[in-house]
């Protein structure tokens, strides 16, 4: 009997629809980060540049986070000279993997590689500090879509299930074989408005219980649309936050029914946790010592 392509993969996603969650999520691989490929061309650097600087200074912290995003519940022992480039330098309290609910999610591909659906600045933030060497991490396999036909096959039910964000930073949607081959800053894009969501988080949105997949790439998506920015504007503290109190004033002003995006597929302002009025005690902290945008200009 002869398919087409759409009514096999038709067959296919129904298929994947109806497996297990609870099975797969009990799937663990441990494999080289370098081997760990995106589902999204870009994050937001001034994100990573903050938890990097914060996490370099407080060592017991670093792999303290480190042991617990590999499901190995906390650290027992690192020293000095310990590195996540060298596992054998430090002791997390159990095994990578044994606190599954703490792992990042990817799936496996037609192509067998390992396909990250979480966590890309989580793994950033670790290879960035590790200065771009190898070293293993855990992650939870939620889809093993290997048995797909094609890339094309995979990159279609990618879309269909909101596990990839194909846009660029200037907001021009790229093809799957445009996606850097690895999850670091250096591969990576730098999308400004996907920080500026993170900064603005608790002040002008607050994330919902069941929020949308890729909620902050969709609010980044409104402002560079309705209140964009220059790189020069953010090249200072007061230029960051002077834009941060235009973004969040704009936001919070909003229809709460627009939508983020001219796609049909795109969810309201509303549904992406949009507040009523800015939280302007928590945004004037950020610029105070020991505040996020402080940090990222002045270390501290």
């Given at each position: ?8 993969l ?13 099975t797969?999520?009990?799937t663990?691989?441990?494999i ?8 999204q061309p ?6 990573v ?7 370099r ?14 499901g190995?519940?906390?650290?027992k022992?690192?020293d ?7 596992p054998?330098?430090f ?9 599954v609910?703490?792992?990042?999610s990817?799936?496996?591909g037609?192509?067998h590689h ?5 966590g ?9 500090l590790?200065?771009?060497q ?9 889809n ?6 094609s890339m094309a096959?995979?990159w279609?039910i ?17 093809s799957p074989?445009?996606l ?10 730098n999308d400004?408005?996907?920080?500026v969501?993170y900064?603005l ?6 994330k919902?219980?069941h929020?949308p997949?890729?909620?902050e790439f ?7 649309s309705e209140q964009?920015?220059t790189?020069?504007q953010?090249s200072t ?5 002077a834009?941060?109190?235009?973004a ?17 597929q795109?969810?309201?302002l509303?549904?992406?946790?949009q507040?009523k ?8 902290k ?5 505040g ?6 002045n270390?501290k």
């Open positions: 009997m002869k398919y087409t392509t759409s009514l096999l038709s067959s296919l996603l129904t298929t994947c629809l109806t497996c297990s969650v609870v797969q999520a009990q663990i691989e441990t080289n980060v370098s081997q760990i490929r995106p589902t870009a994050i937001g650097d001034d994100e540049k903050i938890k990097v600087a914060k996490l200074l407080d060592r017991q912290a670093l792999f303290e986070s480190f042991c617990q995003d590999i190995a519940k906390g650290i022992k690192f000095d000279s310990s590195s996540l480039s060298r054998d330098s002791t997390c309290l159990a095994a990578q993997g044994t606190e609910k703490k792992l990042k990817a799936v496996i037609p192509d390992i396909y990250l659906t979480d890309h600045h989580t793994i950033s933030t670790y290879r960035a590790a200065n771009d190898d070293f293993p991490f855990s992650v939870r396999i939620t093993n879509f290997s048995h797909l036909p096959a995979f279609e990618m879309q269909q299930q909101h596990l990839a964000w194909l846009k660029d930073p200037q907001g021009k949607t790229i074989d445009q850097p081959l690895q999850v670091s800053m250096q591969a990576m894009q400004p408005y996907r920080s969501v900064f988080r608790g002040i002008a949105y607050d919902p219980e929020a997949p890729f909620l969709y609010l980044g998506s409104w402002l560079r964009p920015v790189a020069q953010l503290q007061a230029g960051y936050m834009y941060l109190h235009r969040a004033e704009k936001l919070v002003a909003a229809k709460g029914s627009s939508p983020a995006t001219q796609s049909a795109s969810p309201t509303y549904q992406l946790g507040r009025t800015v939280n302007e005690k928590k945004l004037a950020l610029a105070e010592p020991g996020k945008i402080s940090f990222l200009f270390g």
